[in-house]
């Protein structure tokens, strides 16, 4: 396993499950020692087989790339993010890439699974094997299987989730599909590389394009004084011709805020316009200013100006139950927020530290034990308790998520992986072991007496 990041991880535990001897290749010593600890984020079947693997020779844990010159199979699976211009950013994936294909040896499956542009798999694994003289279908077999993790939500497990394979011959579907089907309940095979990763870039993109008009949509309801969700829910009663998608702060995450990206850039080499596309992601990336727009309105109504203003936000990651910030719209928030001249921090029992502005943030662990201007409601984790919420904080919800934080009433503070359950806090607020914020904390903001470690002011 090339990568052990989100979806690495999960795979490789799944594959040593289904009886595999699994050899783990990761670049950075940080994310090892992490797996090693079990400072992790996984959902909790996951962490049990961490903890299985770890104590087991098969599972062999390496920086070294060599390494894949050791396996049957080398699925590759790094990150395919995009740069800050929304350009996709294909650096990790190169190296992999080449990596890989510097190792090959005969009979060896190459099995591609990171999110990236049609043709990514000719590109960078077939090109380059046959610049080595190895020729795919009989020296080496090369595939493409896109990912499809969905982080934090045990009910889309691996083996509850078809894949989608498509091979560089009948020989390399058939060998992926082989590997696929050890964790995954079926395998559907296409007929090339390409058609696979158009199939995932047209999965999230049509998640994106939903998402964007859901978001547009419930601000509509907001103009007629209308609960969006309770619309949403009414209209998902049709059995047939709709499929809900549920309004709120931002995208964020590993997929949908860059995938399509992928799928742009590629069509405006080829001067191919895609006008419904390109709209939807420009309106996601409005969302978050749209939304601290909303926070200095509310701020505005009281007579507060942003401007020295204390804000809290409760929940950054990027969706509940997962300590990921990537692409969290909650970050962007926060900065605008800040370079607006407000003081800004956040509470989180997933995530111990975010990094905004070049400061490094720690998590409030006792939020309502201060007194804020505004309190955000960005991201509700299953747990989190409001119940210390007075009434003499200013909420404003802009997660728009009617679930609420759930009812077994336990409050998870941010231990330092950010994954650990660590201290819990009773309805009543007594609070046992929770860590406080850390020496990275605290960009403390000028004129903002009173305000915590972690909170972040004009200067930033």
Known sequence: MV??????????????????????????????????????????????????ALDDAAFLLTDDPRASAWADTVVICVPTPVDRHQVPDLGMLATACASAVAHAVPGQLLLLTSTSYVGTTRDLLLTPL???????????????????????????SQDLTPRIVG?????????????????????????????????????????????????????????????????????????????????????????????PHYLLWQLRAERIPSPIVDTAM?????????????????????????????????????KRGVADVRESAALEIMGLLADWGATVAFTDPL?????????????????????????????????????GLGPEQTVLDISQDRRGPGTDGAYRAAGPSGTRAGAHRSAGGGRS?????????????????????????ARV
């Open 351 to 387: 995530v111990p530290r975010v990094h905004l502005r070049g400061t490094t943030l720690t998590c409030v662990p006792d939020p309502w034990e201060h007194r804020w201007d505004l309190v955000v409601l960005h991201t509700l984790h299953p747990g989190t308790d409001l119940s």
């Open 3 to 52: 990568g052990l990041g989100y979806v690495g991880l999960p795979t490789s535990l799944a594959l040593r499950a289904s009886g595999a001897r699994v050899i783990g290749i990761d670049v950075s010593a940080e994310r090892l020692r992490d797996i090693r600890e079990g400072a992790v984020d996984l959902t909790p079947r996951d962490r049990e087989r961490l903890a299985d």
């Open 282 to 318: 420009r309106a996601i990336a409005e969302r978050p200013g749209r939304m601290a727009g909303l926070i200095t309105a509310k701020l505005a109504a009281r007579g507060i100006p942003v401007a020295g203003a204390r804000v809290l936000l409760v929940g950054v990651a990027y």
């Open 167 to 259: 091979g560089a011959g009948r020989r390399s579907t058939a060998s992926a599909a082989a590997v696929l089907s050890r964790i995954a309940p079926s395998v559907h095979t296409l007929a090339s590389p390409e058609a696979a990763e158009m199939t995932k870039l047209w999965e999230n993109t049509f998640r994106a394009v939903n998402i964007a008009l859901a978001n547009e949509l419930a601000d509509s309801c907001a103009v007629f004084g209308l609960e969006p969700r309770a619309v949403i829910d009414a209209a998902a009663t049709k059995p047939y011709g709709f499929m809900p998608f549920y309004p709120g702060p931002g995208v964020g995450g590993h997929c949908i805020p860059c995938d």
């Open 433 to 457: 072991g929770a860590p406080g914020p850390g020496a990275e904390g605290a960009a403390g903001a000028p004129g903002s007496a009173g305000a915590p470690q972690g909170s972040v002011g």
């Open 130 to 156: 046959a610049a080595r003289g190895m020729r795919a279908e009989s020296d080496v077999f090369v595939a493409f299987a896109p990912e499809r993790i969905d982080p934090g939500s045990a009910g889309h």
